[in-house]
T-cell receptor, first 114, second 117 residues
Framework: AQSVTQPDIHITVSEGASLELRCNYSYGATPYLFWYVQSPGQGLQLLLKYFSGDTLVQGIKGFEAEFKRSQSSFNLRKPSVHWSDAAEYFCAVGAGQAGTALIFGKGTTLSVSS | DAGVIQSPRHEVTEMGQEVTLRCKPISGHDYLFWYRQTMMRGLELLIYFNNNVPIDDSGMPEDRFSAKMPNASFSTLKIQPSEPRDSAVYFC???????????????FGEGSRLTVL
């Protein structure tokens, strides 16, 4: 069965510092992979996605993620964190009919300190 | 363009009452999903539809839960009778057809926060 693991429940980063959020997935075929962000009381917004091609994908708000098939990972990175990046981040893998229903990880809460 | 619209945004009810959550997907999207979010279990897929037909309802917790999609622009998730453990945020999401460069990205509504006392 498909699954997603986000090992870090909560991370605190200083403003201006770099960020890496970890994501590991389990899926038998070539996965569709996504990172979403959720601000308090809001729905989920797509940051970026990978489905084929270049393994380094760029997203909105200065985020990027790298797909590493050998490690079954899709880690999210940002070179310099802003206070407005504080939110909850979810990694997801496409399952079912060619990547329709998404299976989500439990999420990582990012706090940004000044 | 309007996004996915959910109503109500907040619902407080008493145990045993019927609850109906509503969702209007983005026009042209042919997939619709219902997810439930809790602190303990995270985001769980409850059910999803393709062209108004339920494809997978294996995530529906029990018979008290039911979902319908009578047409392409409307879906409901009903809980009858409701219990305190149903308290959660329920999200509806829609997705455009696969192929033609589309990759199954989900577009989420803002959620319906349900509290069952």
């Amino acid at each position: 069965a498909q699954s997603v693991t986000q090992p870090d429940i909560h991370i605190t980063v200083s403003e201006g510092a770099s960020l890496e959020l970890r994501c590991n997935y389990s899926y038998g075929a070539t996965p569709y992979l996504f990172w979403y962000v959720q601000s308090p009381g809001q729905g989920l917004q797509l940051l970026l996605k990978y489905f084929s091609g270049d393994t380094l994908v760029q997203g909105i708000k200065g985020f990027e993620a790298e797909f590493k098939r050998s490690q079954s990972s899709f880690n999210l990175r940002k070179p310099s964190v802003h206070w407005s990046d504080a939110a909850e981040y979810f990694c997801a893998v496409g399952a079912g009919q060619a990547g329709t229903a998404l299976i989500f990880g439990k999420g990582t809460t990012l706090s940004v300190s000044s | 363009d309007a996004g996915v619209i959910q109503s109500p945004r907040h619902e407080v009810t008493e145990m045993g009452q019927e609850v109906t959550l509503r969702c209007k997907p983005i026009s042209g999207h042919d997939y619709l999903f219902w997810y439930r979010q809790t602190m303990m279990r995270g985001l769980e897929l409850l059910i999803y539809f393709n062209n108004n037909v339920p494809i997978d309802d294996s995530g529906m917790p029990e018979d008290r839960f039911s979902a319908k999609m009578p047409n392409a622009s409307f879906s409901t998730l009903k809980i009858q009778p409701s219990e305190p453990r149903d308290s959660a945020v329920y999200f509806c999401a829609s997705s455009p057809p696969l192929g033609q460069g589309k990759t199954g990205e989900l577009f989420f509504g803002e959620g319906s926060r349900l509290t069952v006392l």
